[in-house]
C-alpha cells in the first residue's frame, strides 16, 4: 500500500503572498495525483487532478506540480477565502484510495 | 445543480446497524462509479467502499470489509452503505463522492470530482 505524506502539517502565510504545500508518496504514482480544498465546516472540493490540470472553476492561482514520489501545490496571490486544510489523494495504485493527512494553511 | 446528497447518519449503539443514502441529481449517476468514504479527527479522510457504474464491481477497505455493504439504484439516481456491526471507531462524518476518471492498458484511474455534504455518524451506548 502506498504512503502518502504531506508537509508540512501546518503553513501560516500572508495575503497576497504565496504558499507552497508538498505531497510525497511511498512508491511512484507517476502523475496521478490529486489535491483538495477543505474549508472549515464544509466537503472536500478537487482542485487539482493528474498532478498538474485544474478542475472545472478553479482559479489559475492554484497550481499543481510534480510527478514520481514529489508533488507540490501553489496557491499564488493568497486571499483570505484560500484558509483551509489541503489534502493530496494518490490513485495510481487503487483501491484502497489514500489520501494524505492534510496541510492547513493560515492566512495571517 | 449538479449535487450529491447524503443522509440516514444518526446515533447507534455498538453492534448496530445503519443505512446510509446518497442521491445524486444534475448528472447522469449511471455513467459514473461512486465511492463512500468517512473523515475522522484520528484517521483524516479513510476511503471505505467503491461501486462501479454497473453496479458489478464492488470494493471495500479492509476496516469495513464484511460489515459494510455498498449498492446503487441507478433508477432512483442512488447510492447506500449498509453499516452492521458497528463500532465506535466507525463514528465519524461520512461523504459520497463521485469518481472521474479513464482507464487504460487494463487499468482504471479515478479521481474524487464531486463530494457530498457528509452524514454523521455516531456509534455510541
Known amino acids: 500500500e502506498i504512503v502518502v505524506t504531506q508537509s508540512p502539517a501546518t503553513l501560516s502565510v500572508s495575503p497576497g503572498e504565496r504558499a507552497t504545500l508538498s505531497c510525497r508518496t511511498s512508491q511512484s504514482v507517476d502523475t496521478n495525483l490529486a489535491w483538495y480544498q477543505q474549508k472549515r465546516g464544509q466537503s472536500p472540493r478537487l482542485l487539482v487532478y493528474?498532478?498538474?490540470t485544474r478542475a472545472t472553476g478553479i482559479p489559475a492561482r492554484f497550481s499543481g506540480s510534480g510527478s514520481g514520489t514529489e508533488f507540490t501545490l501553489t496557491i499564488n496571490s493568497l486571499l483570505p477565502e484560500d484558509s483551509a486544510v489541503y489534502y493530496c489523494?494518490?490513485?495510481?495504485?487503487?483501491?484502497?484510495?489514500?489520501f494524505g493527512q492534510g496541510t492547513k494553511l493560515e492566512i495571517k | 445543480e449538479v449535487q450529491l446528497v447524503e443522509s440516514g447518519g444518526g446515533l447507534a449503539q455498538p453492534g448496530g446497524s445503519l443505512r446510509l443514502s446518497c442521491v445524486g441529481s444534475g448528472f447522469t449517476f449511471n455513467k459514473h462509479s461512486m465511492n463512500w468514504l468517512r473523515q475522522t479527527p484520528g484517521k483524516g479522510l479513510e476511503w471505505l467502499s467503491y461501486?462501479?457504474?454497473?453496479?458489478?464491481?464492488?470494493r471495500y477497505a479492509d476496516s469495513v470489509r464484511g460489515r459494510f455493504t455498498i449498492s446503487r439504484d441507478d433508477a432512483q439516481n442512488s447510492l447506500y452503505l449498509q453499516m452492521n456491526s458497528l463500532r465506535a471507531e466507525d463514528t465519524g462524518l461520512y461523504y459520497c463522492?463521485?469518481?472521474?476518471?479513464?482507464?487504460?492498458?487494463?487499468?482504471?484511474?479515478?479521481?474524487?470530482?464531486?463530494w457530498g455534504q457528509g452524514t454523521l455518524v455516531t456509534v455510541s451506548s
Open positions: 489523494h494518490q490513485y495510481e495504485d487503487c483501491p484502497p484510495y489514500i
Open positions: 493528474g498532478a498538474s
Open positions: 463522492a463521485r469518481d472521474e476518471g479513464f482507464c487504460t492498458g487494463g487499468r482504471c484511474y479515478r479521481w474524487k470530482d464531486l
Open positions: 461501486i462501479s457504474h454497473a453496479g458489478t464491481d464492488m
